[in-house]
């Protein structure tokens, strides 16, 4: 399996790579976390809207975003993971998260994190994930750590967020440090 193609976690969950026919059922499970993702997601306000939720689905970008599906021909989104780019000269990229409310710490996070950084590695395309996490945020943190990323340090009032300014913890991972147990 590799990028740009359907990806299946260790808990048999899949990533599709975003595409505009997924445009409702993203705005459907963004509607239905509104008060979980509004205080870490800036983008997710009481503007989003279903225009919203196809415009992003049809920028053209250089990112690798993939929607989390229950297996792989369900339509219900369960939430998105996405690497973007930071620095393509050295091949860093950065990881992005999300989970619909109802379906929220079953490890659903790491095992859709694990498996699109595990297919950016295998393709030789990412060398370093960085993530990096208000420390107030202790979910994603959790996250960061169980993917087996190692904190590099607190940069301070790196995040804006609907709160205001925030100090966030920067992750490194690095591929031989990919939780095992995560490995599709
Ligand atoms: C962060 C997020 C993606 C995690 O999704 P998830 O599928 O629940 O993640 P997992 O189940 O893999 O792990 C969640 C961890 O957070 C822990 N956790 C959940 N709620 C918590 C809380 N309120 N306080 C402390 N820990 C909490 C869980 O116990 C678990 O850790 P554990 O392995 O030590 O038990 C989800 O909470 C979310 O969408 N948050 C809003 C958006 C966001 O913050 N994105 C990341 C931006 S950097």
Known sequence: MGLGEPLRTVGGEWLRPAEPSQAAALYAAVDASREALAPWLPWC?????????EAFLAEATLEHRTLIFSSHDSTAVLGAVSLMPVDRYDEVWKLGYWVRADVQRRGLARRAAATLCQAAFAASAVQRVSILVAVGNAPSRRVAQALGAQQEGVLKSRLLLPSGRHDAAIYGLMPEALAEDLRP
């Open 45 to 53: 306000t009481a503007r989003y809207t279903p225009a919203s939720a």
